[in-house]
């Protein structure tokens, strides 16, 4: 009855625990959220050409803003190979339809962002390692190399160097996701890794969920010359074209005098925030558990202290009021027993200190 991609297809537990964050007293650690407090008010007008049909590739002034970001990040990308998403996650989506037949070898950090695990597992990729060198080169790299999902974790120049190095020695398409690299708290290497790859094949895509709305549903991609024109026909035949509406709202915001401003204030709300945050993780799994305090993003990355499975533990914190992401999940194959992916950027102070507390005592009543 059904297709043979959806034996292997498992369901998101990030989508199912945001089916539980807004009960009543509930503390998510969990899902990627902005704060509630900064989300924007919008009350401009709607002129009645954004209610009709548009392009597939998106609004042509929105375009030309991405471009202009992009081309200043030093990534080759004229208007002409811009196109607007309904969502970033609209183009993982997109590029797994152009790229990852079953069996095509995939290569991806471990551990790496779990809504894109479950794309590629849908089109039955075979996950390789990044940092390994695998016997079949890869035909697809895909990484979230500034703060990336789950770590936090911002990679390296010279990591960006050999990767790009790479993908180009083995001809293989680079997938560069970077949503978080304007939540920005501490200097870090962030030229993305696309604008070392002149002369290959790459996508690379960003978000305005984490620097605007995520209930706009809109992010952009851009790509080489060899795959661009591909990946408009396949979101032809997906969605004929994103929301007008919500693209002219995130356009007014972009050409604002105050954009960069917002993006200022941003990064010190959220720092602040992370501050608070490690401060209380040191205080409540200080002794059982180890962290790199991210120089940005939205996550904290924990080890805890014994290595025991963290999965089986979730059902038991949401009947405590507390919602975190098990590290288990993100894994495309052996999972690190003993990992947790914990958001800092929803929760209030004063919540976040009462759920941490809540957490390691459902952690360790267990041992």
Request: glycine fraction near 8%; aromatic fraction near 10%; include cysteine.
């Amino acid at each position: 009855m059904f297709s043979q991609r959806i034996e292997g297809l498992r369901p998101s537990p990030i989508r199912s625990i945001l089916e539980v964050i807004d009960r009543p007293g509930m503390i998510s650690f969990a899902g990627g959220l902005p704060a509630t407090a900064t989300l924007p008010e919008w009350s401009g007008s709607v002129p009645p050409s954004v209610l009709q049909y548009g392009p597939t590739e998106g609004e042509p002034d929105l375009r030309e803003a991405v471009s202009r970001h992009l081309i200043d990040l030093g990534v080759d990308a004229p208007v002409e190979r811009v196109m607007i998403l309904s969502g970033s996650q609209q183009g993982i989506d997109l590029v797994a339809k152009l790229l990852v037949d079953p069996g095509t070898v995939t290569a991806l950090e471990d551990p790496t962002y779990l809504a894109a695990l479950q794309v590629f597992r849908f089109y039955g990729a075979q996950f390789v390692d990044v940092a390994e060198r695998a016997a079949t080169p890869a035909r697809l790299a895909y990484v979230v190399p500034t703060f990336g999902n789950p770590t936090g974790a911002c990679m390296s120049d010279a990591d960006r160097d050999r990767l790009a190095q790479r993908c180009l020695r083995e001809d293989t398409v680079l997938f560069e996701d970077d949503p978080y690299r304007d939540l920005v708290y501490e200097p870090c290497d962030r030229t993305p890794i696309a604008a070392r790859m002149t002369d290959g094949s790459w996508i690379y895509q960003g978000s305005f969920s984490k620097t605007f709305a995520p209930g706009l549903r809109l992010g952009f991609i851009a790509a080489s010359r060899d795959l661009f024109d591909k990946l408009v026909m396949i979101k032809q035949a997906t969605d004929l074209h994103t929301s007008r509406l919500s693209q002219h709202i995130v356009l007014d915001a972009l050409t604002d005098p105050g954009w960069a401003a917002r993006l200022n204030r941003l990064a010190d709300f959220y720092r602040e925030r992370r501050d608070t945050f490690d401060a209380a993780l040191a205080r409540e799994f200080g002794d059982v558990a180890t962290w790199e305090t991210p120089k940005g993003g939205l996550f904290f990355w924990l080890r805890l202290s014994p290595r025991v499975d963290t999965r089986p533990l979730l059902a038991t914190a949401i009947e405590r009021g507390v919602a975190f992401m098990p590290g288990e999940e993100f894994s495309p194959s052996r999972p690190e027993l003993g990992t947790m992916r914990l958001n800092f950027s929803h929760a209030r102070a004063d919540d976040a200190e009462r759920g941490l507390a809540v957490l390691r005592q459902v952690m360790f009543a267990q041992f």
